[in-house]
């Protein structure tokens, strides 16, 4: 990455970032929700995709670029 692609990246804040607190996880710059039911979420982002597994499963929070999933979260996955 050079020098304009990490400013552009501090200062529009491109960069995807996951945050886990307790049974609730904060999404921010994803692509696309590829999958979502109550057991099962699949976030695509531009390296690849997030799964969350786990129960009761809920999005509570969903604008533009910015997701709040709630529940019993048990299993967090990259590839």
């Not at 304009?4 to 710059?29: A, G, P, S, T």
């Amino acid at each position: 990455m050079n020098f304009i692609d990490n400013l552009r990246n501090i200062v529009l804040e491109e960069e995807f970032k996951i945050n886990y607190l307790k049974n609730k996880i904060y999404i921010i710059n994803y692509l696309d929700i590829s999958h979502f039911d109550n057991n099962k979420i699949i976030i695509s982002y531009k390296e690849g995709t997030v799964s969350i597994s786990g129960r009761n499963l809920v999005v509570s929070k969903l604008v533009k670029d910015e997701l709040l999933i709630e529940g019993s979260i048990e299993k967090i996955e990259f590839r």
